[in-house]
């Protein structure tokens, strides 16, 4: 059987919450059931949509999700390691559990490296399996499996920031807190008013430069593992 498997993230920008990446692995020839789905990049697709369509594609293919928290997104860097380095082991570790029950020839994934192969041979570091994998730039655009991964991982981080929401409603918040991006006025205003409050100190990506330009906690991570 002719499997491929597709790779992508959500939420590797944002200033708040974790960073979720997922593996999709279907038939090959189910990729054209994929596109007549209306599968994509789920950038390109309404909320109702994305969370309609990761329904179906989780009765559809394997996966595996991956949720890297903030805590461990902050302390990662504060360790000098690299987001994709740390992206790279992380994807590499998802196709080995999604490898070890599902014969797996080819993997897409899409690249946050712009120079794609690099980030090809990182994933090959921690991962010796024998499929094939492709890198490249916009592959959740070109590849249908990749744009199911990013449909999947998608909902998921929507979901992870609704729950940060729920646990600011339970702390007396209710100011909206926006997508999680630096580049979101919304979430800026909500960090501004809030950042020193001790339940949101977790899902705060502290070493980011948005947080530090904002001056938020450096808390001991130590509890929150």
């Not at 179906?56 to 903030?70: C, E, H, N, P, Y």
């Not at 090809?120 to 959740?140: G, M, P």
């Not at 929401?165 to 006025?185: C, F, I, P, Q, W």
């Not at 949101?200 to 947080?211: D, G, P, S, V």
Request: charged share 30%; hydrophobic share 40%; aromatic share 6%.
């Amino acid at each position: 059987m002719n499997i491929v498997a597709g790779v992508d993230e959500a939420g590797r920008g944002p200033v708040l919450g974790p960073m979720v990446l997922c593996t999709f692995a279907i038939e090959a020839d189910r990729e054209v059931e994929l596109k007549e789905m209306g599968v994509r990049d789920s950038k390109l697709l309404s909320h109702e949509t994305r969370v309609s369509l990761a329904k179906q594609l989780r009765k559809m293919g394997d996966f595996v999700l991956t949720s890297i928290s903030a805590v461990d997104l902050t302390i990662a860097m504060r360790r000098r390691m690299t987001l994709n380095e740390l992206e790279a082991k992380e994807i590499s570790a998802s196709l080995v559990e999604l490898g070890g029950r599902t014969a797996i020839k080819k993997v897409f994934v899409d690249s946050p490296d712009p120079i794609a192969k690099k980030f090809e041979l990182r994933i090959r570091k921690y991962c010796d399996h024998a499929f094939e994998i492709v890198c490249e730039n916009k592959a959740d655009f070109r590849y249908p499996v990749v744009g199911a991964a990013s449909i999947i991982a998608k909902v998921e981080r929507d979901a992870a920031v609704d729950k940060i929401r729920k646990v600011m409603r339970e702390n007396g918040v209710t100011d909206e807190l926006g997508s999680g991006y630096s580049h979101d006025a919304v979430t800026i205003a909500f960090l501004k008013q809030h950042s020193r409050l001790p339940a949101l100190q977790e899902f705060i990506r502290h070493e980011w430069e948005t947080a530090k330009r904002l001056k938020t906690e450096q808390v001991d991570l130590g509890k929150f593992i």
